[in-house]
């Protein structure tokens, strides 16, 4: 299956805290891909109530998840229309929130599996021109303290067939609004955007 992509970045952000720093990172990022002219939608995960994947396989048949109808399944149309996907998530206990966790997990009806099980498998998103960047921000100093955040972003969307074109890592980053202040952070989001938005056009 292959479907129809248009030039537009997708955001999806999956903080617990509102008007927080990953907030305000994804719409710093946004506001540069508008004035790059590029249609974009931003997602707050934390403003739905929506489950992880239960495996329960209709998606096999369905093509789509349809074994849980909640309010991740408005964004489907979003998530497959948008050539740009840009994750970002704080580190929880070494890795992504559970909310990104799920949103991911959901992805799972993109794949498609061979007969018998298991065997070979394709993503119906690859092959695409698929781009996506990823920003994982954590409260400690050091890289190591970030754990798999950024692994648990980038792999499943390369499976999927995304290209991963930049990573960002913000560390030493817990107060509300502390990016605010963060010139070199900012300039390199605001490149990050412009360099993103040229690879969508």
């Given amino acids: 299956m292959e479907f129809k992509v248009k030039n537009k970045i997708l955001g999806v952000n999956s903080s617990p805290r509102?008007?927080?720093?990953?907030?305000?990172?994804?719409?710093?990022?946004?506001e540069i891909v508008s004035q790059n002219n590029i249609d974009?939608?931003?997602?707050?995960?934390?403003?739905y109530k929506f489950s992880g994947?239960?495996?329960?396989e209709r998606c096999r048949k369905d093509k789509i998840c349809t074994g849980q109808?909640?309010?991740?399944?408005?964004?489907?149309?979003?998530?497959?229309?948008?050539?740009?996907?840009?994750?970002?998530?704080?580190?929880?206990n070494y890795n992504i929130t559970s909310w990104m966790k799920a949103f991911i997990d959901r992805l799972y009806c993109?794949?498609?599996?061979?007969?018998?099980?298991?065997g070979e498998w394709s993503s119906s998103l690859a092959n695409?021109?698929?781009?996506?960047?990823?920003i994982a921000i954590c409260e400690q100093e050091s890289e190591e303290d970030m754990g798999f955040t950024v692994d648990a972003m980038k792999k499943p969307l390369e499976d999927l067939g995304y290209e991963v074109c930049d990573v960002i890592k913000v560390l030493n980053c817990?107060?509300?609004?502390?990016?605010k202040s963060d010139e070199i952070?900012?300039?390199?989001?605001?490149?990050?955007?412009?360099?993103?938005?040229?690879?969508?056009?």
């Avoid at 817990?174 to 990016?179: D, I, Q």
């Fill in 18 to 30: 509102k008007n927080g720093n990953s907030d305000y990172l994804l719409n710093y990022f946004m």
């Fill in 40 to 47: 974009n939608k931003s997602i707050f995960l934390r403003d």
């Fill in 53 to 56: 994947c239960i495996g329960c």
């Fill in 69 to 92: 109808i909640d309010d991740l399944t408005q964004f489907y149309p979003d998530i497959i229309s948008s050539q740009g996907l840009v994750l970002i998530s704080p580190t929880h």
């Fill in 110 to 118: 993109f794949y498609e599996f061979s007969e018998p099980r298991p």
């Fill in 128 to 134: 695409q021109n698929r781009k996506a960047v990823i």
């Fill in 174 to 179: 817990f107060e509300r609004g502390k990016v």
């Fill in 185 to 201: 952070l900012l300039e390199r989001l605001s490149q990050s955007a412009i360099n993103f938005s040229s690879l969508i056009k």
